[in-house]
């Protein structure tokens, strides 16, 4: 079921909510970006996700296709939420879990999680390992 969540940088400057089901699958990638950062995605649709504050504290990093937009906050450098334009799911957002300010531990433990070969483009199969991930 959907429930809107508010989630933020780690200095506030950035805030967000948007309409997550955490009992929907979120998503750990090895693709270069995510695995250096940890990113840890929830697919929102592109109407389900507002950003609330600090439009002008984010920085975009675009890379490899230059397609899909990655989101830091300029202050404290954390990526709250990347604008995915050519996913195997279309557009969408891709909202950090652990940015949710109003989601408890217990919460975050009981979401499913697809791993996914980013870093081989096989978004359909996980990678040989993920652990780390």
């Known amino acids: 079921m959907l429930k809107t969540y508010h989630g933020s940088c780690h200095c506030g400057a950035v805030r967000f909510e948007a309409d997550i089901d955490l009992a929907q699958s ?6 270069s970006i995510c695995r250096r950062t940890r990113f840890w995605a929830a697919v929102v649709q ?19 296709t230059r397609k899909n937009q990655h989101f830091f906050c300029k202050h404290c450098g954390v990526r709250a939420f990347g604008v995915g334009n050519e996913t195997p799911v279309g557009k ?21 999680i697809t791993y996914v070969d980013g870093l081989h483009d ?12």
């Open 122 to 133: 096989r978004w359909d199969s996980a990678p040989a390992f993920f652990a780390h991930l």
């Open 26 to 31: 979120s998503y750990r990638c090895n693709c």
């Open 46 to 64: 592109s109407e389900g996700f507002r950003l609330l504050a600090g439009e002008g504290d984010l920085v975009e990093y675009l890379f490899n």
């Open 92 to 112: 969408m957002v891709g909202v950090n879990l652990t940015c949710l300010d109003d989601v408890s531990d217990e919460e975050l433990a009981q979401v499913p």
